[in-house]
């Protein structure tokens, strides 16, 4: 064991020993540490190692020494042999640096002589040389010159030094070097005036695209001021104290031709204003230093061309609006003011210098632009559905083309793009207006309008021309007008929008009228059109739109039946509002008319078609809720109840006609009669209905009787004798043949224009009887035993073959039809002889 241990610790100090060999000295210590950490008595054992470490180490030594010894003694045997050699060449050394000097005494004399020579030279030239230098001096200041203007940027300056330099100066020192490096240098400063002046070119048109757009303003806002100034002067001179005629319109007061009163002040502060040029908003000496400089170097063409195409670039440039430009009136106005920045500009350089640009360039730039521009305006003002935007962009417009035509650019086409906009305007105009009249019909109650006081009549009556003799008779309060909310509210809409479709007349401050505006008439001409647009299509609309709404019911088309006719005799008064406008007689040749009558005619013709519709259907709904017993032995001896209901709603309802036209409400119950009349004899022939006893007959002849007295009771007034009863008379003597069974009567007559049974189809007859045949057969299955009724079942299966044979005979059948025609022009003859088709009334 113990030997062992002596054999690692002996490897371990091994180890240790190669690590100090090969490692840094100031690593050492941990090394040496790591030798007292390890068992006791461990480091003597490492000092012995040491030293039997460094006695070989000794021994390794002393070998290479003694190989290396005899090779050092003889390179000391060497050094000592050439010591000797050294000391000769140092003595040459000194012996030929002794005779160098001796030779360079004399060479030195010589040359001091040579020097004074020189010097006694030049005292003798001076005056030639001060001559020479006269003429230098000029030269060298004249470059200094040209130096200093270089350096404070006056190029045009420094190239009239470099033409007297080269000219005048040069040619009399140019055999000097100097002056030959100078004529060298002024081609390349030349160069260098053309960049730099080209740079500042580029920072000219950089800089005035960024401010056309202010220069565009102001120059706008001067047009403005001075179309103002000298229409308002115009106007005072031709109208002398004459005031025009004033109205309204929200909130704000207008003279005729559109002038605000409120804000005259206002323009009157702006002229006061100081008046700046394009001189005062841009500092154009770049352009005329830039030419100034090509010119003079001669190469003016170059640079127009350049300054031309760069102009062109930037006015497509400028002529590129923004995408969402149609959505603010700001987004118009950039674009404007940026187009006659650049104009304004163009007209400037023009007028200012000679040939950079000519009348032919500017018109070809104005050419292009003002077909883009119109392009433009016409796809983005499609996109605008806002008539007080479309208002602004017109007053854009007019001004935009005021203040380049007093430039001198012709603007007539913009002129005729006003068409296009005023179109758009109408139908923004008439796209608001309609959200305008859907607004209240929603809001409308459809109930005439109540009036508890006198203030609240005038009221009423100052917004809308209502006269009515009876009403204004009647003294007390409260009172109820016939139309309802929507019809005063309707015709200050109509008003409105005169109002607004005038003011597209108007410039922006009023001072006077567009020139494709320029008389009263085309004025009156065009609000007319406007109103015919807003009663015929938006209006029109909107009212087929209410009367097919689901929610209307009878009450409700009856109000608007009474509200149509009142607005239809409203329209005269609309006709004199635009002449006391206009000033234009409506008995002038060329003034269109209104169309509002032919309007609500056919709105209320909708209306009255749908109460026909709708009252047809209400009597659907009661026939539903029919349950007949059909195989009752008797009737009940009184009328259906639905039936009873029925009739009711109709009594109820006709009352409400009392409103309506006499015609109106006679037509719709002639047509309800008819339709129930109609749907009565269709729930006998019902194909589902297989057999009917008479017990049902007596109960259905009840009912008849019930719609019988109810025709002959006259629930709307006007029918003469017993024109609503005919309604039912196809019913009446149906049901007249089943009841008495007068079978013999029929048959014998048939054919005969005084046919008691003259309404009553075979067919119709044959389908009733063949229920009520079956209905015997299975109610009396031992009627065969009894001879009366044997008797009675041979009788209706003889009825029914004849029946039969009527129907199935040809010739019977062309009888028939000659049966149909006498009897259509009897029904005829009947409706005639009523007051309901009257001559004058089915005109």
């Known amino acids: 064991m113990a030997e062992n241990e002596t054999l690692e610790c002996i490897t371990e100090h091994e180890r240790i020993l190669q690590e100090i060999e090969s490692t840094d000295t100031a690593c050492v210590g941990p090394t040496l540490r790591s030798i007292y950490d390890d068992q006791p008595n461990a480091h003597k054992r490492f000092m012995e190692k040491l030293d039997a470490r460094i006695r070989n180490h000794d021994r390794e030594i002393e070998k290479m020494c003694n190989f290396h010894h005899q090779g050092f003694v003889d390179a000391i045997t060497e050094l000592l042999k050439v010591r000797a050699d050294a000391e000769k060449l140092m003595g040459q050394v000194t012996d030929t640096n002794r005779r160098l000097q001796e030779s360079g005494r004399e060479v030195t004399c010589q040359t001091e002589e040579v020097i004074r020579c020189r010097i006694q030279q030049r005292n003798m030239d001076m005056a030639t040389t001060v001559e020479k230098l006269q003429l230098c001096i000029p030269v060298l200041e004249m470059y200094s010159k040209l130096k200093e203007q270089l350096e404070s940027k006056r190029?045009?300056?420094?190239?009239?030094?470099?033409?007297?330099?080269?000219?005048?100066?040069?040619?009399?020192v140019s055999q000097y070097r100097f002056c030959q490096i100078m004529a060298e240098n002024l081609p390349r400063l030349r160069e260098e005036i053309k960049e730099i002046s080209m740079s500042d070119l580029k920072d000219f048109l950089e800089s005035i695209r960024k401010h056309s757009d202010k220069v565009g303003e102001t120059a706008m806002r001067q047009a403005q001021l001075h179309r103002t100034f000298n229409s308002a002067v115009a106007k005072q001179a031709s109208t002398g104290h004459y005031t025009k005629p004033v109205y309204t319109l929200n909130g704000q007061t207008h003279t005729h031709n559109g002038l605000m009163m409120d804000e005259d002040t206002g323009d009157e502060d702006e002229g006061d204003e100081e008046i700046l040029t394009a001189q005062d908003l841009v500092d154009f000496s770049p352009v005329y230093r830039c030419l100034h400089i090509y010119t003079v170097l001669g190469d003016r063409e170059t640079f127009e061309n350049y300054y031309r195409k760069q102009r062109k670039k930037q006015a497509r440039l400028v002529l590129q609006p923004q995408a969402n430009m149609h959505e603010t009136v700001e987004g118009y106005r950039r674009y404007f003011n940026q187009i006659v920045g650049f104009f304004v500009v163009e007209d400037h350089i023009l007028h200012a210098t000679q040939g950079l640009?000519?009348?032919?360039?500017?018109?070809?730039?104005?050419?292009?632009?003002?077909?883009?521009?119109?392009?433009?305006?016409?796809?983005?003002?499609?996109?605008?559905?806002?008539?007080?935007?479309?208002?602004?962009?017109?007053?854009?417009?007019?001004?935009?083309?005021?203040?380049?035509?007093?430039?001198?650019?012709?603007?007539?086409?913009?002129?005729?793009?006003?068409?296009?906009?005023?179109?758009?305007?109408?139908?923004?105009?008439?796209?608001?207006?309609?959200?305008?009249?859907?607004?209240?019909?929603?809001?409308?109650?459809?109930?005439?309008?109540?009036?508890?006081?006198?203030?609240?009549?005038?009221?009423?009556v100052s917004r809308f021309p209502f006269h009515d003799a009876e009403i204004e008779k009647q003294q007390d309060f409260p009172k109820k007008l016939p139309m309802s909310q929507s019809v005063p509210q309707i015709y200050t809409q109509v008003k409105e929008l005169i109002y607004a479709s005038l003011k597209f007349s108007e410039s922006l401050h009023g001072d006077r009228t567009f020139v494709f505006v320029s008389s009263s008439t085309e004025i009156d001409d065009m609000l007319r059109k406007s109103t015919n647009l807003l009663l015929t299509r938006t209006l029109s609309s909107c009212l087929q739109n209410l009367i097919k709404k689901p929610h209307i019911g009878l009450t409700e088309l009856v109000q608007i039946i009474i509200n149509t006719t009142h607005l239809e005799q409203a329209c005269k008064y609309l006709e004199e509002f635009i002449t006391n406008i206009t000033n234009v007689s409506p008995e002038t040749v060329h003034t269109t008319r209104l169309y509002g009558l032919s309007t609500f005619k056919d709105a209320r013709h909708a209306a009255e078609g749908e109460i026909y519709t709708k009252l047809n259907q209400k009597i659907d709904e009661f026939i539903q809720l029919a349950d007949y017993e059909?195989?009752?032995?008797?009737?009940?001896?009184?009328?259906?109840?639905?039936?009873?209901?029925?009739?009711?709603?109709?009594?109820?309802?006709?009352?409400?006609?009392?409103?309506?036209?006499?015609?109106?409400?006679?037509?719709?119950?002639?047509?309800?009669?008819?339709?129930?009349?109609?749907?009565?004899?269709?729930?006998?022939?019902?194909?589902?209905?297989?057999?009917?006893?008479?017990?049902?007959?007596?109960?259905?002849?009840?009912?008849?009787?019930?719609?019988?007295?109810?025709?002959?009771?006259?629930?709307?007034?006007?029918?003469?004798?017993?024109?609503?009863?005919?309604?039912?008379?196809?019913?009446?003597?149906?049901?007249?043949?089943?009841?008495?069974?007068?079978?013999?009567?029929?048959?014998?007559?048939?054919?005969?224009?005084?046919?008691?049974?003259?309404?009553?189809?075979?067919?119709?007859?044959?389908?009733?009887?063949?229920?009520?045949?079956?209905?015997?057969?299975?109610?009396?299955?031992?009627?065969?035993?009894?001879?009366?009724?044997?008797?009675?079942?041979?009788?209706?299966?003889?009825?029914?073959?004849?029946?039969?044979?009527?129907?199935?005979?040809?010739s019977c059948r062309g009888r028939l039809i000659e049966r149909g025609s006498d009897i259509t022009k009897y029904w005829d003859n009947e409706l005639k002889g009523s007051t309901l088709f009257s001559t004058n009334e089915r005109g």
């Open 155 to 172: 190029y045009y300056a420094a190239l009239k030094t470099m033409e007297q330099l080269e000219k005048v100066f040069i040619p009399r």
């Open 357 to 460: 640009v000519t009348r032919a360039f500017t018109d070809e730039v104005w050419n292009m632009a003002l077909s883009k521009i119109i392009a433009v305006l016409r796809t983005h003002s499609s996109y605008c559905d806002d008539p007080d935007l479309v208002l602004e962009l017109k007053n854009l417009i007019v001004i935009f083309a005021d203040t380049l035509q007093g430039y001198g650019f012709p603007v007539n086409r913009l002129f005729d793009l006003l068409f296009e906009v005023r179109d758009q305007y109408n139908e923004t105009l008439l796209k608001k207006w309609a959200l305008v009249f859907r607004e209240i019909f929603e809001l409308d109650n459809y109930s005439p309008i109540p009036v508890e006081t006198e203030e609240e009549y005038i009221l009423v």
């Open 630 to 810: 059909w195989g009752m032995a008797e009737s009940d001896g009184r009328a259906s109840g639905y039936l009873m209901d029925l009739i009711n709603f109709l009594r109820s309802t006709f009352q409400v006609f009392t409103h309506l036209p006499g015609k109106v409400a006679q037509t719709a119950c002639m047509s309800a009669c008819k339709h129930l009349s109609t749907s009565l004899m269709q729930m006998l022939l019902d194909t589902e209905l297989k057999q009917i006893s008479m017990g049902a007959i007596q109960q259905f002849n009840l009912d008849v009787i019930q719609c019988e007295l109810f025709a002959s009771s006259e629930p709307v007034p006007g029918f003469q004798g017993d024109t609503l009863q005919l309604a039912f008379i196809d019913l009446r003597q149906l049901l007249d043949l089943f009841m008495v069974w007068d079978w013999s009567t029929y048959l014998a007559d048939y054919g005969q224009p005084t046919s008691k049974y003259l309404r009553v189809n075979p067919a119709t007859a044959l389908a009733l009887l063949e229920k009520m045949k079956d209905t015997s057969k299975k109610n009396n299955i031992f009627s065969q035993f009894r001879k009366n009724d044997r008797d009675k079942q041979k009788l209706i299966e003889t009825v029914v073959k004849q029946l039969r044979s009527l129907r199935d005979d040809c």
